[in-house]
């Protein structure tokens, strides 16, 4: 058994959680296509060992584990082309968006990652189509936005949009996430569905808007001195089975969606779709600061995902 290599992949949600169960698909992928010859090893969730999620990727970078998944929205101010997704009402559709990041601007984003970080981005997963919530107020307009405590990841593309809507942003780890929305240090959260509706997120957020402001991503990572110093038959059932999973994931990410918007609706939960007017009034209040975000960023990755960065009429 001197041949094993033993691989440790890390998480940060909990069993239900889509990303939970992309990993264990990818776990499962691994042990049926190398057998003995590897050993893999998965931390559902490290908050549990008392960290911060964010910690993960520190840990992965460093060596500690071998691969995670993560929001990209955590590195993307250091992979200047992850920017893309930090974009509120600026990305095309989920599926459209999947196609790009399967071919060549996927592609591109791989290199990206390589060159500005240790890691090797092997696959993409679904994050959800993140929506803005309140306890108190239906928010259909910027103007409704005014005043209120949003947290919202550790991003500063996303603080000074959020900002250009009239929120106050306030930065929280997943770790203390339930804790803040629900006991009152915040007034509103942005997610998707599913993370509303699996982190009980809903018992305070009682106004969801279906705003889907941005396509959430969460790449795959590896530590790239770990992945290039193992064997090529191993780096070839570690892709194979990222590349499982993420079919899987995907699909489950979609089935969870539908679910948890059904299960929201069903506790009473009042879901607020935008006009299309409504919409552009967003749109509009992010606008300069979505082109400014925009200006640096590789123009033939704008021209494949066909950014709109122009406010409407």
């Known amino acids: 058994m001197s041949d094993v290599t033993k691989i440790s992949f890390g998480g940060y949600?909990?069993?239900?959680?889509?990303?939970?169960?992309?990993?264990?698909v990818f776990c499962d992928a691994l042990r049926r296509l190398a057998g003995d010859a590897i050993e893999v090893d998965?931390?559902?969730?490290?908050?549990?060992?008392?960290?911060?999620?964010?910690?993960?990727?520190?840990?992965?970078?460093?060596g500690a584990f071998d691969g995670c998944y993560?929001?990209?929205?955590?590195?993307?101010?250091?992979?200047p082309a992850l920017t893309l997704f930090d974009l509120l009402f600026a990305v095309p559709e989920k599926a459209e968006t999947f196609a790009l990041l399967d071919g060549a601007s996927g592609a591109l984003l791989a290199d990206e990652v390589a060159a500005n970080t240790g890691y090797i981005m092997l696959g993409v997963w679904d994050n959800g189509l993140r929506h803005m919530s309140a306890a108190k107020r239906i928010l259909r307009t910027p103007a409704d936005c005014d005043g209120l405590k949003l947290r919202i990841l550790p991003n500063e593309n996303h603080k000074a949009q959020f900002q250009?809507?009239?929120?106050?942003?306030?930065?929280?780890?997943?770790?203390?996430?339930?804790?803040?929305?629900?006991g009152g240090a915040v007034d509103a959260q942005e997610n998707p569905l599913t993370n509303i509706y699996n982190m009980d997120l809903c018992q305070s957020q009682r106004f969801v808007t279906?705003?889907?402001?941005?396509?959430?991503?969460?790449?795959?990572?590896?530590?790239?001195?770990?992945?290039?110093?193992?064997?090529?038959?191993?780096?070839?059932?570690?892709?194979?089975?990222?590349?499982?999973?993420?079919?899987?994931?995907?699909?489950?990410?979609t089935a969870d969606d539908d679910r948890s918007a059904a299960a929201l609706r069903d506790d009473g939960v009042e879901m607020i779709e935008l006009?299309?007017?409504?919409?552009?009034?967003?749109?509009?209040?992010?606008?300069?600061?979505?082109?400014?975000?925009?200006?640096?960023?590789?123009?033939?990755l704008l021209k494949m995902f066909n950014v709109n960065v122009q406010p409407p009429p």
């Open 275 to 300: 006009t299309s007017e409504q919409r552009d009034t967003f749109r509009r209040a992010v606008a300069p600061i979505v082109s400014r975000l925009t200006a640096d960023l590789n123009p033939d």
């Open 210 to 253: 279906l705003s889907g402001h941005l396509m959430g991503i969460s790449p795959v990572l590896f530590n790239r001195d770990t992945f290039n110093s193992w064997p090529d038959t191993i780096r070839a059932f570690v892709k194979q089975a990222v590349a499982e999973a993420t079919i899987a994931q995907r699909a489950r990410a």
């Open 70 to 79: 993560f929001s990209s929205s955590y590195i993307a101010h250091r992979v």
């Open 164 to 182: 250009s809507l009239g929120f106050e942003p306030q930065i929280i780890d997943v770790k203390h996430l339930k804790e803040a929305v629900n």
């Open 42 to 62: 998965f931390l559902g969730d490290i908050t549990t060992t008392g960290r911060n999620a964010a910690e993960l990727l520190s840990l992965t970078e460093n």
């Open 13 to 24: 949600q909990g069993p239900n959680s889509v990303h939970t169960y992309g990993a264990e």
